[in-house]
């Protein structure tokens, strides 16, 4: 959505459409696979340790969506971000802000969608294991 021209209501429609459903299956699939690394892990080891698993991965998961907020406010503001003052609701941005939300919001997320299937693809739970 962040490179489709003002005005365009369709193509953002059919955009945002596809990105829900996206991020439905990026949400959804890694906590249907903590089971099945939870139910490996007891047949290596015996023990059943869902919830330290499940807790390492909320933490991961969490730490994250922080380091994430960190890095997109840094860039902010090293593009020029000016955030609106008690007087002004809506202060006017200098075209590298722009640029920076773009470049955060439509084409970052996909090159590391993109760098998660190469991780995934080394997943050794398979249907057959």
Known sequence: AAFVPRNEIVPLLILS??????????YLAPYSMVPDVVE????????????????IFVFFERLAAG????????????S???????????????QQVSEVLRLLVGLLPP???????????????????
């Not at 090159?111 to 294991?129: D, G, K």
């Open 17 to 26: 459409v596809g990105g829900g459903l996206g991020l439905g299956v990026l």
């Open 40 to 55: 490996e892990d007891e047949l290596a080891t015996g023990e059943r340790r869902e919830g330290a698993f499940f807790a």
């Open 67 to 78: 380091l994430g907020s960190l890095f997109s406010g840094f860039l902010l503001g090293l």
């Open 80 to 94: 020029g971000y000016s955030p609106p003052s008690s007087g002004s609701s809506d202060p006017r941005q200098p």
């Open 111 to 129: 090159l590391v969608l993109a760098l998660s299937w190469l991780a995934l693809w080394a997943y050794p739970i398979t249907r057959s294991r």
